[in-house]
């Protein structure tokens, strides 16, 4: 089996500069309203001599090197350039933008997001930061402040053993994302020890609580069962381009609730 080919920091910023970059938007729906799509998470793409690379086979290269800053400028503009127009016409979906700690507090996110209009829409703004890393105090204080505006904080790939949960009570955190393995650890029964380890933590946390990589019906059953209001994952959807993506909510922004009265 040939080895998975290692990415150079210098390759990602090159491609980057080449325009080699692209998004996909994974669907957000609602477990407490009959999966309404209520918004998505911006996923970056790379084509790289002819194949799509994933986000997770080069993001990890870069989060503590200067690139991961103008990949998330690039990722911040890009979000602007293609929907824009579309949040502006649907104020209540969210689109989720991951951001490594150590970009925050340097003034760049804030600068890309006014300069390309992306804080015109701030209650349809989620910075997901990883629990991988806590922001340092520059960091923490510009959440802060652009929470103050009305952006909404996300603590991404939590697990029940995450190492970093007292950012939790150091930043303004309106959204736990919980770990893909939280999903998977989920058996046909709807049994899952990791969720149950969670269940105390989502109900004392007071957050909203989206799940990621949710496949089966099972999962569904057991994470709307453990208080979970929202979800991700190819049982809904796979991650879609912009047009695609605007097109899928519109087919599902109504719960069937709703379109039965």
């Known amino acids: 089996m040939a080895q998975p080919e290692i990415y150079t920091e210098q390759q990602i910023h090159q491609a980057i500069i080449n325009n080699e970059m692209f998004l996909e938007y994974m669907p957000t729906v609602s477990l407490m309203q009959d999966l309404r799509c209520v918004g998505a998470e911006a996923l970056v793409r790379w084509k790289h001599q002819g194949q799509i690379i994933e986000p997770m086979d080069f993001v990890p290269l870069v989060e503590n090197t200067p690139v991961a800053g103008a990949l998330t400028y690039w990722v911040i503009d890009q979000v602007a350039k293609e929907l824009g127009p579309w949040l502006k016409q649907y104020p209540g979906a969210q689109i989720g933008i991951n951001v490594p700690p150590k970009v925050l507090g340097r003034g760049g996110f804030e600068y890309v997001a006014r300069t390309s209009k992306l804080l015109d829409y701030p209650g349809s703004i989620l910075l997901e930061v990883t629990e991988r890393g806590i922001p340092d105090r520059l960091g923490l204080e510009e959440l802060k402040e652009v929470s103050d505006e009305g952006v909404a904080i996300g603590l991404d790939d939590i697990a029940a053993r995450s190492r970093n949960l007292l950012v939790l009570f150091q930043a303004p955190v309106d959204v736990i994302k919980l770990d893909r393995e939280v999903s998977r650890s989920i058996d046909d029964s709807g049994h899952s020890s990791l969720l149950q380890e969670l269940a105390p933590l989502i109900q004392a946390s007071g957050r909203k609580v989206v799940a990621e ?17 929202m979800a991700q994952g190819w049982l809904y959807s796979k991650s879609l381009p912009a047009e695609e993506f605007i097109a899928w909510h519109a087919a599902h922004q109504h719960s069937t609730q709703q379109e039965q009265v």
Request: some cysteine; aromatic content about 0%.
């Open 213 to 229: 990589c949710v496949e089966r019906i099972e999962q569904e059953a057991a994470l709307r069962k453990a208080g979970i209001e």
